[in-house]
């Protein structure tokens, strides 16, 4: 994990191809059992990956009740290679004002039998990237990729 001014990063190789952990981002039930760190429930509301599509989860603990985690708008897919949202946008372009204003780019590189999972984040401002990393940036995000990589190697989950 890296912080220059306005951006956070993480990377990890993920033992599986990238048509697998495309798999695990792309369908909803699979991307429920990793996007948030457990023991934190996800559901997830929207995941339509096409520019302009709407990206949604809620999130529970405890048996509550599910409330907003990420509401965004995808900007760019490439299947197997790269998607990019944004929370500055919800589905449809409809600007927001969200409790923190980011746009994420992820990419799936092959790298041996594997898959180079990488993060770019970028943030408006350093403090808001500040703000961020101070939250568990690297904690969290790093939680939701050992769960994504724990599932990629799951039965039942080869393309």
Request: charged residues 25%; contains cysteine; negative net charge.
């Amino acid at each position: 994990m890296t912080v220059e001014n306005t951006e956070l990063t993480i990377s990890r190789l993920i033992s599986a191809p990238p048509a697998t952990v495309w798999k695990a981002w792309s369908r909803p039930e699979h991307l429920a059992k990793w996007w948030i760190p457990d023991p934190i429930e996800c559901k997830v509301i929207k995941l339509d990956l096409r520019p302009g599509g709407g990206f949604e989860t809620k999130m529970r603990e405890g048996g509550g009740e599910f409330q907003p985690h990420v509401e965004g708008c995808f900007l760019d897919i490439v299947p197997e290679k790269r998607l990019v949202f944004t929370t500055a946008l919800a589905e449809g372009w409809r600007p927001t004002e969200p409790w923190l204003a980011l746009t994420a780019i992820i990419t799936f590189e092959a790298e041996g039998q594997g898959t180079r999972y990488s993060a770019r984040v970028l943030h408006r401002n350093a403090a808001d990237s500040r703000k961020h990393d101070e939250m568990g940036f690297q904690e969290g995000w790093g939680a939701a990729l050992n769960q994504l990589a724990a599932l990629c190697g799951a039965p039942g989950m080869k393309p």
